[in-house]
């Protein structure tokens, strides 16, 4: 069973840091692009990040361009990001999606809530 499991997420200050983890399981994590999504009460759902299978490439939204990084360690499994500069309007609820952008996702990790607020 496929399985995406979010973390690091809570609540951290305007210009703060956080880095997610997203864990998985199930497949062949190397054979898959992965992205970052995020959602806010309200709002649809944002593409944030991807990053192809193999690292080579990174695509960011340009709301986050130069704040956060994304990453992965095949060897453990792991997809990141890193949030450094945070702005309030970062607040949502971060899913990790397997695919390099949601539209094309096919699996969905449960999310894991940020909450930046001074």
């Known amino acids: 069973q496929v399985q995406l499991v979010e973390s690091g997420g809570g609540l951290a200050q305007p210009g703060g840091s956080l880095r997610l983890s997203c864990a998985a399981s199930?497949?062949?994590?190397?054979?898959?692009?992965m992205s970052w999504a995020r959602q806010a009460p309200g709002k649809g759902l944002e593409w944030v990040s991807g990053?192809?299978?193999?690292?080579?490439?990174?695509y960011y939204a340009d709301s986050v361009k130069g704040r956060f990084t994304i990453s992965r360690d095949n060897a453990k499994n792991t997809v990141y990001l890193q949030m450094n500069s945070l702005k309030p309007e970062d607040t949502a609820l971060y899913v990790c999606?397997?695919?390099?952008?949601?539209?094309?996702?096919?699996?969905w990790g449960q999310g894991t809530q940020v909450t930046v607020s001074s």
């Open positions: 990053i192809y299978s193999d690292g080579s490439d990174t």
């Open positions: 999606a397997r695919g390099l952008h949601q539209v094309h996702a096919d699996y």
């Open positions: 199930g497949f062949t994590f190397s054979s898959y692009h």
